[in-house]
């Protein structure tokens, strides 16, 4: 079975300061991972995904995403906050064979910027 | 604007009543599915489909029920309406498991 842990609930930095956002997965195949963004009082946008290509995983406004499979991780990490980068971000992982391609959300990590 | 399309974005309801929750995408996508929001819990699946004229449960699929009659449509339908089905819904569609899926903007129910 899949699943997926984020281990902050909630992270707080400073502008221009990094971000990081921690993100573990158990996984029993190869496994098709994701960042989503939620903004408040909004639907979910795609930021970024990993399908067994390269490790290193570019995405939208500037964020990142390495996928280690020794660590089973997948952090998620920009290197200067912007104000507008305030919101809820869930690691999610597909949920291989058999499941019909079906996501598997982490419980989210609030991300505020202080100015 | 290409994408996936819900219907209504707020609705209250009293306890036993019965309603649909309209999702519709244009993205000619096979895969479709439905996901409750409730605060801490992240997304949870309530019923998904591979096709028009397939569909399955998810992991909370008591109190709803779903069909897909065609590839666009993928409509929630809630039998009788409880005070735990308060959440926010969000229909989502997809090509498959490896291209992630695009969200809608999600539908804020309240039974009262």
């Known amino acids: 079975a899949q699943s997926v842990t984020q281990l902050d609930s909630h992270v707080s930095v400073s502008e221009g300061t990094p971000v990081l956002l921690r993100c573990n997965y158990s996984?029993?195949?190869?496994?098709?991972l994701f960042w989503y963004v939620q903004h408040p009082n909004k639907g979910l946008q795609l930021l970024l995904k990993?399908?067994?290509?390269?490790?290193l995983v570019k995405g939208i406004n500037g964020f990142e995403a390495e996928f280690k499979k020794s660590e089973t991780s997948f952090h998620l990490t920009k290197p200067s906050a912007h104000m507008s980068d305030a919101a809820e971000y869930f690691c999610v992982v597909s949920g291989g064979l058999g499941s019909q391609g079906n996501l598997i959300f982490g419980k989210g990590t609030k991300l505020s910027v202080k100015p | 604007n290409a994408g996936v399309t819900q219907t209504p974005k707020f609705q209250v309801l009293k306890t036993g009543q019965s309603m649909t929750l309209q999702c519709a995408q244009d993205?000619?996508?096979?895969?479709m599915s439905w996901y409750r929001q409730d605060p801490g819990m992240g997304l949870r699946l309530i019923h998904y489909s591979v096709g028009a004229g397939i569909t399955d449960q998810g992991e909370v699929p008591n109190g709803y029920n779903v069909s897909r009659s065609t590839t666009e449509d993928f409509p929630l339908r809630l039998l009788s309406a409880a005070p735990s089905q308060t959440s926010v819904y969000f229909c989502?569609?997809?090509?498959?498991?490896?291209?992630?899926?695009?969200f809608g903007s999600g539908t804020r129910l309240t039974v009262v």
């Open positions: 990993y399908t067994s290509a390269a490790t």
């Open positions: 996984s029993s195949y190869s496994p098709s």
């Open positions: 993205m000619n996508h096979e895969y």
């Open positions: 989502a569609s997809s090509y498959g498991q490896f291209y992630g899926y695009t």
